[in-house]
C-alpha cells in the first residue's frame, strides 16, 4: 500500500521568509513518482513537479526547489523568499509504475504567507 | 500540456437530484481519473476512466451512485446521483499526460453544494 504523509497542516510566514514543506512518503515500488501540486483559494489544482524514483538529483525552478531523498522516503519542497501570491493549500502526492496510476495524496499543508 | 475544461463549474443542487459533470481535454489521452475533495480534505480517487472499457471504482465508490461515461478519448462524465449533502464537495478530473512522463494535469473542478 502507498502512502503518503505531510505533517505540517498549516505554515505561517512573513513575506521574504524561506519555507520547506515535508512529505514523507510510503511505497513498495521500487519504480514510482512523486508530485507536487498547488491548490490556490480558487480551487484548480496546479501541477508544480514530477520526479521519478531513479532520478534523485535536486531541481530549481526559480524560488522553487525540490529536495528527494530516498533514503528517508522524503520529498521536501522549498519556496524562497516567500511572497503572499504563494499563499496555497500544497499537496504532495504518489503514483508507481503499474497499471493503476491513480494518485495517493497527502493531507496538504495551508501555508500562508503574510505581507 | 494537457488543457481541461470542466463543466459546470458550480453548482447549488437538492437532496435526491443528480448532477452530470462533464470533463473535455484539448488532447486524446488515455487514462482519465475522478477525485473528490471534500471540504477541507485532501483529494480522493472516485473512479479510473479508461475509453472503450468500464470504469474501475474504488472502495467506497460504486457505479450506482456515480456513474461514468467514457465515449471518446477526450471526454469523460461523472454522475452525482440521488444526492445528499455529504456529496457537497469539489469534483476534479485529471488526465495523465504520458508526452512527458506521467505527468497528471487537472481540470479546473466543479464544485457542488448539496442542500
Known sequence: AQKVTQAQTEISVVEKEDVTLDCVYETRDTTYYLFWYKQPPSGELVFLIRRNSFDEQNEISGRYSWNFQKSTSSFNFTITASQVVDSAVYFCALTFSGSARQLTFGSGTQLTVLP | ?115
Open chain 2, 1 to 115: 500540456s494537457a488543457v481541461i475544461s470542466q463543466k459546470p463549474s458550480r453548482d447549488i443542487c437538492q437532496r435526491g437530484t443528480s448532477l452530470t459533470i462533464q470533463c473535455q481535454v484539448d488532447s486524446q489521452v488515455t487514462m482519465m481519473f475522478w477525485y473528490r475533495q471534500q471540504p477541507g480534505q485532501s483529494l480522493t480517487l472516485i473512479a479510473t476512466a479508461n475509453q472503450g472499457s468500464e470504469a474501475t471504482y474504488e472502495s467506497g465508490f460504486v457505479i450506482d451512485k456515480f456513474p461514468i461515461s467514457r465515449p471518446n478519448l477526450t471526454f469523460s462524465t461523472l454522475t452525482v446521483s440521488n444526492m445528499s449533502p455529504e456529496d457537497s464537495s469539489i469534483y476534479l478530473c485529471s488526465v495523465e499526460w504520458v508526452q512527458t512522463g506521467r505527468e497528471q494535469y487537472f481540470g479546473p473542478g466543479t464544485r457542488l453544494t448539496v442542500t
